[in-house]
C-alpha cells in the first residue's frame, strides 16, 4: 500500500479517527458553529474519542 500522494490527503486520512458520532455530526450539518474542515486537518486532535468531544464541542 502506498500513501495518498498529497499532503492534502494525507491530511484528511485522520479524520477516519474521529469518533462516529461526530463524523455522523458533521456528515448531517450538525458540528460545532464555524468548526470547518480546515480546523480539523491541522489540530492536535487527541485519539480519545471522550477528549475529541470536549474539544469539538460535541
Aim: proline share 9%; with cysteine.
Amino acid at each position: 500500500m502506498e500513501a495518498p500522494p498529497t499532503v492534502h490527503e494525507r491530511s484528511l486520512i485522520r479524520l477516519a479517527w474521529l469518533a462516529p458520532d461526530l463524523q455522523t455530526a458533521i456528515l448531517e450539518g450538525r458540528q460545532k458553529t464555524g468548526l470547518c474542515l480546515e480546523d480539523l486537518r491541522f489540530a492536535p486532535i487527541p485519539l480519545c474519542w471522550d477528549d475529541q468531544r470536549r474539544m469539538l464541542g460535541a
